[in-house]
């Protein structure tokens, strides 16, 4: 980041504020900000202020965005970049947040040439170079500490992240010091016991729909890294290691009550 981007940002962290008891009781909502350290809670704050200065909550269906709204879903997406900085999300800026469940429209055609139109109700959906939509029923019950882990606004900004090289695959950018290689065997093997596992109706700790696709496979294990963090790491340990590399954040570790040491700044 150049002088004049940290100029910026400084400006705008002077001139911003959050409410200090909305955003207490934000960090005490869900379990992945509960246990964040004293320094890692004025770093989320920054970040969330920043994240609210480049993007633009708006309501749908009826839908009317109060304060507590916008702070709820910055905080959670802004898990996802604590050590990585919120230019991490690009230049995108809206975020549309129905009350409930909404329905997508979308056509693909299938093997034999076929057009199809399909209608299918959904609580989040990301678009390259395009907004996050969002459920806030959703959004507001993540983190509850059910199994599988469960939290739509992670899940979405995890395929934002997934997006910055083009279309989600489940292969995002890597940090200059990150193996293209680990990561691809610690993923690939992932994937494909996984997959193995509910085709043969085994017990599985992670969301089922991360069979989906190698693309929802990396978004619901970020669900899982942050949510249910020994899950992750006692059914994938080599997949947990590379997401530490990627998030630069280790939340076992902090769910045992030790600060992990943070890594070097930047992507």
């Not at 293209?180 to 690939?188: E, H, K, Y």
């Not at 696709?213 to 790491?233: D, K």
Request: with cysteine; hydrophobic share 45%; net charge negative.
């Amino acid at each position: 980041m150049g002088w004049f981007s940290r100029w910026r940002e400084g400006r705008i962290l002077k001139q911003a504020t959050l409410d200090p008891a909305l955003w207490r009781s934000t960090l005490e909502r869900y379990a992945c900000t509960r246990a964040l350290s004293e320094d890692e809670r004025r770093r989320l704050q920054d970040i969330v202020v920043l994240f609210l200065h480049h993007k633009r909550i708006h309501g749908a269906g009826g839908m009317a965005v109060r304060d507590d709204v916008r702070i709820a879903i910055a905080a959670q997406a802004c898990m996802l970049v604590l050590n990585l900085g919120v230019e991490s999300f690009g230049n995108w800026v809206e975020i549309i947040v129905y009350p409930d469940e909404f329905v997508a429209q979308y056509e693909y055609v299938d093997a034999a040439g076929v057009a199809h139109q399909v209608e299918e109700p959904m609580t989040g959906e990301s678009w390259e170079r395009g907004p996050v939509i969002l459920s806030w029923a959703d959004a507001e019950g993540a983190g509850g500490g059910g199994a599988p882990a469960y939290n739509v606004v992670i899940h979405e900004f995890a395929h934002k992240l997934d997006m910055r090289n083009g279309e989600a695959n489940g292969f995002p950018p890597l940090h200059a010091n990150m193996s293209r290689a680990r990561w691809s065997d610690a993923f690939t093997s992932a994937y494909r016991d996984f997959c193995d596992r509910l085709d043969s109706g085994m017990d599985v700790a992670i969301d089922e729909y991360g069979a989906e696709s190698p693309a929802e496979f990396f978004a619901v294990v970020s669900e899982t890294f942050f949510e249910s963090p020994a899950g992750l790491l006692d059914a994938y340990p080599a997949v947990y290691a590379q997401l530490v590399e990627f998030y630069r954040q280790d939340p076992a570790a902090r769910l045992r009550g030790r600060t992990p040491q943070r890594a070097g700044a930047g992507a």
